[in-house]
């Protein structure tokens, strides 16, 4: 996606909410934590990711406005992409690589779709920070040095357009069926087709936010209910293009990119958990197997 684009659909989300910046208020803050530590347990691939989002509007009745930019998320994502053995890799294992991003992304409804339209500024290499602090955690644990680090993905700034749109479907008071399509341009290029599956009251009428890792689904603003849910979901992409798995490197990207996930939430009068599970597929075909990934938040008052 080319700059013009990018500052075109910031400008015009931005500008939206500006122009109706009166009467705006917080309506609530969504994150998640990825690392295969809480999943396979295993220091590889998608190895930790990690978002943080923002979410203002003039206010929430349970369902999306019927235009955009009236509810604004500001979303921080970070994230590292490692071989298998950041010592010794493989022959033709991935590289490493580090992200940060920052975007602004609008949730409205159309037509009975509902619809997630933004734009990320996604930062790419050492200059994130990431890799030298990932090297003090592992001198401060007394770990192996990573060597992997000098052929990492270097430096870049990658636009990054996403858009999202599903539909809900009530299978029952307590249980729905949402299937969603989506399209991402920008550090990574593809289009990806899936579902997911709610059981519970939790959750429901609230904002879910989509990870970008792991596609589960995450609350940013929370309804009254309390106790369990359950969630189920999958999807399959094309990948077009990977600057994490760069075609100069080497790299033939796998036909399908495929999830797996299912998690719990529970929620009491203050305090709300989330944990989940997603198998990731092979994201190239040197890549032997797939890995699972944990998810989880917490918020925990006393």
Not at 128 to 142: N, Y
Not at 200 to 215: F, K, N, P, Q, S
Not at 261 to 283: D, I, K, M, P
Request: net charge neutral; aromatic share 8%.
């Amino acid at each position: 996606m080319r700059p013009f684009g990018f500052f075109l659909i910031l400008s015009l989300i931005c500008g939206t909410a500006c122009a109706q910046a009166q009467g705006r208020e917080a309506l609530g803050w969504g994150r998640l934590l990825n690392n295969d530590v809480f999943g396979d347990g295993q220091d590889r691939w998608q190895t930790g990711s990690g978002v943080v989002s923002k979410v203002t509007g003039p206010g929430w009745n349970g369902a999306l406005p019927g235009r955009a930019g009236d509810i604004v998320e500001l979303r921080f994502r970070g994230g590292i992409v490692a071989p298998a053995n950041l010592v010794n890799p493989a022959p033709g294992d991935r590289r490493y690589a580090a992200m940060l991003s920052l975007g602004a992304h609008t949730h409205f409804e159309l037509r009975g779709a509902e619809i997630s339209l933004g734009v990320d500024l996604v930062v790419t290499g050492p200059q994130t920070g990431l890799p030298s602090l990932q090297r003090e955690i592992h001198k401060l644990l007394d770990q192996p040095m990573p060597t992997v680090l000098g052929a990492q993905i270097p430096n870049g700034i990658h636009p990054t357009f996403l858009l999202e749109a599903g539909r809900s479907y009530e299978i029952s008071p307590s249980a729905a069926f949402r299937p969603f399509v989506e399209l991402q341009a920008g550090v990574e290029t593809l289009a990806r087709i899936g579902a997911d599956l709610h059981f519970g009251l939790v959750g429901r009428d609230e904002l879910l936010l989509r990870d970008g890792t792991t596609g589960q689904r995450y609350r940013a603003i929370r309804g009254a209910h309390v106790g369990w849910a359950a969630v189920l979901g999958g999807d399959i992409a094309h990948v077009l293009h990977s600057t994490y798995l760069p075609a100069s490197s080497g790299y033939s990207l796998t036909d399908a990119r495929t999830r797996l996930r299912a998690g719990v939430h529970w929620q009491g009068e203050n305090s709300s958990v989330f944990y989940g599970l997603t198998w990731l597929g092979e994201e190239f075909t040197a890549q032997p197997e797939g890995q699972v990934v944990g998810s989880m938040r917490l918020n925990i008052a006393f």
